[in-house]
Protein backbone atom coordinates (compact mmCIF):
# COMPACT_ATOMS: atom_id res chain seq x y z
CA UNK A 1 0.00 0.00 0.00
CA UNK A 2 0.98 3.95 -0.79
CA UNK A 3 2.28 5.98 1.84
CA UNK A 4 0.07 8.64 1.24
CA UNK A 5 -0.21 11.83 -0.83
CA UNK A 6 2.83 13.65 0.27
CA UNK A 7 1.84 16.71 -1.62
CA UNK A 8 -1.55 17.46 -0.48
CA UNK A 9 -0.17 16.06 3.17
CA UNK A 10 2.55 19.17 2.89
CA UNK A 11 -0.27 21.93 1.76
CA UNK A 12 -2.05 20.74 4.77
CA UNK A 13 0.33 20.88 7.38
CA UNK A 14 1.80 24.34 5.96
CA UNK A 15 -1.57 25.37 6.89
CA UNK A 16 -0.95 24.27 10.44
CA UNK A 17 2.44 25.78 10.58
CA UNK A 18 4.34 22.37 10.96
CA UNK A 19 5.81 20.64 8.32
CA UNK A 20 5.71 16.76 7.39
CA UNK A 21 8.30 14.04 6.05
CA UNK A 22 7.90 10.03 5.70
CA UNK A 23 8.35 8.85 8.52
CA UNK A 24 11.37 7.11 10.21
CA UNK A 25 9.10 4.95 12.59
CA UNK A 26 8.27 1.47 11.24
CA UNK A 27 4.68 1.16 10.62
CA UNK A 28 3.75 5.00 10.72
CA UNK A 29 3.46 7.29 7.09
CA UNK A 30 4.47 10.32 8.38
CA UNK A 31 6.66 12.30 11.06
CA UNK A 32 5.28 16.12 11.94
CA UNK A 33 7.60 18.38 12.87
CA UNK A 34 7.10 22.20 14.31
CA UNK A 35 10.66 24.10 13.85
CA UNK A 36 12.64 21.62 13.36
CA UNK A 37 11.42 19.73 16.08
CA UNK A 38 9.61 16.10 16.01
CA UNK A 39 6.24 16.75 17.48
CA UNK A 40 4.46 13.04 16.55
CA UNK A 41 4.13 9.76 14.28
CA UNK A 42 1.12 9.62 12.60
CA UNK A 43 -0.89 7.43 9.78
CA UNK A 44 -0.85 3.81 10.23
CA UNK A 45 0.84 1.95 7.02
CA UNK A 46 -1.32 -0.98 7.12
CA UNK A 47 -4.31 1.46 6.42
CA UNK A 48 -5.54 3.90 4.12
CA UNK A 49 -6.45 7.28 4.89
CA UNK A 50 -8.93 10.24 3.13
CA UNK A 51 -5.46 11.66 1.01
CA UNK A 52 -5.45 8.17 -0.56
CA UNK A 53 -8.95 6.81 -0.86
CA UNK A 54 -10.97 10.20 -1.00
CA UNK A 55 -14.12 8.36 0.17
CA UNK A 56 -16.40 11.10 2.11
CA UNK A 57 -18.43 8.03 4.14
CA UNK A 58 -15.13 6.58 5.07
CA UNK A 59 -13.95 9.92 6.19
CA UNK A 60 -16.99 10.68 8.31
CA UNK A 61 -16.67 7.18 9.98
CA UNK A 62 -12.74 7.93 10.86
CA UNK A 63 -13.91 11.51 12.49
CA UNK A 64 -16.39 10.01 14.04
CA UNK A 65 -14.98 7.08 15.95
CA UNK A 66 -11.39 9.09 16.43
CA UNK A 67 -13.51 12.22 18.18
CA UNK A 68 -11.74 12.28 21.29
CA UNK A 69 -8.08 11.66 20.41
CA UNK A 70 -8.60 14.80 17.58
CA UNK A 71 -9.91 17.24 19.75
CA UNK A 72 -6.02 18.17 21.86
CA UNK A 73 -3.74 21.08 19.56
CA UNK A 74 -0.50 19.30 18.74
CA UNK A 75 -1.16 15.66 19.80
CA UNK A 76 -0.68 12.74 17.12
CA UNK A 77 -4.69 12.24 16.38
CA UNK A 78 -5.07 16.33 16.29
CA UNK A 79 -2.26 16.33 13.44
CA UNK A 80 -3.59 13.09 11.92
CA UNK A 81 -6.96 14.38 11.52
CA UNK A 82 -6.33 17.42 10.11
CA UNK A 83 -2.92 16.11 7.53
CA UNK A 84 -4.47 13.13 6.62
CA UNK A 85 -8.75 13.46 7.17
Known amino acids: MSQTNLVKARARAKELGVTVKPSTSKLK ?6 DGKKVASIGDLRYSDFLQ ?6 RKRY ?4 QKNRTVKGTPGYYADKILW
Request: charged share 55%; no cysteine.
Open 53 to 58: HGDEDR
Open 29 to 34: KLDVYK
Open 63 to 66: KTRH
